[in-house]
């Protein structure tokens, strides 16, 4: 069908959102850092509280990146990244309240348990 200024009216189908190829370079070269910098906690031989958190912040990271550009989370709507992520988040902070709970209840029964 024309319309009146003679031009078809019909666009063509929006085949999908095209992104750069230069990002997912990048993040894909970031990846390879990350992992690499996780690798080199262990080479190094860090021990104790500090590798553990190097270790999980690393992985977090790259989880982070993985969600947000492979699975395309950066151009989705607010609305399906809250449905996404939100979860996750509110389990950890469930989570960190139990563990400051169970803290609390040890204290209290060892101290409500102690010998005179």
Not at 82 to 107: C, G, K
């Amino acid at each position: 069908m024309a319309d009146t200024r003679g031009h078809n009216s019909i666009a063509p189908p929006v085949e999908g959102q095209q992104h750069p190829l230069s990002t997912y370079l990048l993040v894909w070269g970031l990846l390879f850092v990350l992992s690499a910098m996780s690798y080199m906690v262990d080479y190094v031989g860090l021990q104790g509280l500090l590798r553990w958190s190097l270790i999980v912040i690393f992985m977090l990271l790259k989880a982070g990146l993985i969600v947000a550009v492979f699975m395309h989370m950066t151009w989705e709507r607010l609305a399906l990244v809250y449905a996404i992520l939100l979860p996750p988040v509110i389990v950890l902070v469930f989570l960190v309240i139990m563990m400051v709970e169970s803290d609390y209840t040890l204290f209290t029964r060892a101290s409500a348990f102690a010998g005179p």
